[in-house]
């Protein structure tokens, strides 16, 4: 039970949740045909927040700043919150603009917003759960897009709060958090895609 819970926290690292809400934005309107414009989204998704940032990781890691991919330390984190900083609004300035993708572009403005805050948090000694951020963004993107594009996703809907729960219990089984930083996780993530939600519904 331990090992299936623990899994959880690898499947829903924060690194894989861009990637998931492209698969649900691409085809968010129940269009399956993969087109060159999903996949050219795919492919922008995939190298900005996927592979740069494990390039950095695996970086970061042979010159001692980074510990393991969790980075456990509030000093561990600073660096990489920083780097995906930069790699976001890169994201929505030359690839996800609000002209193409506005339902897109406003989840990865909330993605950065959610990061400044969690690395501002880090310089008054707080760390957040970064897993329980990018889980509950995905939820709140996902809902959104529900309303949106007027689809039934309430399955998914729920499966994703299901995942929420699971990706907190295996935070609490790896004590890699508090209650307190998984709660501040989950609104840190949540609250801004919310407030920017009705910017595009």
């Known amino acids: 039970m331990k090992k299936f819970l623990i899994s959880f926290s690898y499947i829903f690292h924060p690194l894989f949740i861009p990637l998931y809400a492209t698969f649900f934005y691409v085809f968010a309107n129940h269009s399956y045909a993969v087109t060159k414009e999903k996949t050219i989204i795919f492919l922008q998704v995939v190298v900005v927040t996927i592979l740069i940032p494990l390039l950095v990781f695996y970086l970061l890691r042979s010159i001692g700043k980074i510990s393991s991919a969790m980075a456990p330390k509030i000093g561990e984190r600073k660096m990489p919150l920083v780097i995906q900083c930069f790699l976001i609004i890169l994201l929505v300035k030359k690839g996800i603009t609000i002209e193409q993708y506005p339902e897109f572009h406003f989840f990865f403005l909330g993605?950065?917003?959610?990061?400044?805050?969690?690395?501002?948090?880090?310089?008054?000694?707080?760390?957040?759960?970064?897993?329980?951020?990018?889980?509950?963004?995905?939820?709140?993107?996902?809902?959104?897009?529900?309303?949106?594009?007027?689809?039934?996703?309430?399955?998914?809907?729920?499966?994703?709060l299901f995942m929420n729960a699971a990706v907190a219990s295996s935070r609490l089984e790896m004590r890699a958090h508090t209650p307190k930083e998984l709660t501040i996780g989950f609104l840190l993530g949540s609250i801004p895609q919310m407030m920017l939600m009705y910017l595009w519904l």
């Open 111 to 160: 993605a950065l917003l959610s990061t400044l805050i969690a690395l501002l948090l880090l310089f008054a000694k707080t760390k957040v759960s970064l897993h329980m951020m990018g889980i509950s963004a995905l939820t709140m993107f996902v809902f959104g897009l529900s309303r949106h594009f007027q689809t039934q996703n309430t399955v998914w809907i729920t499966f994703l």
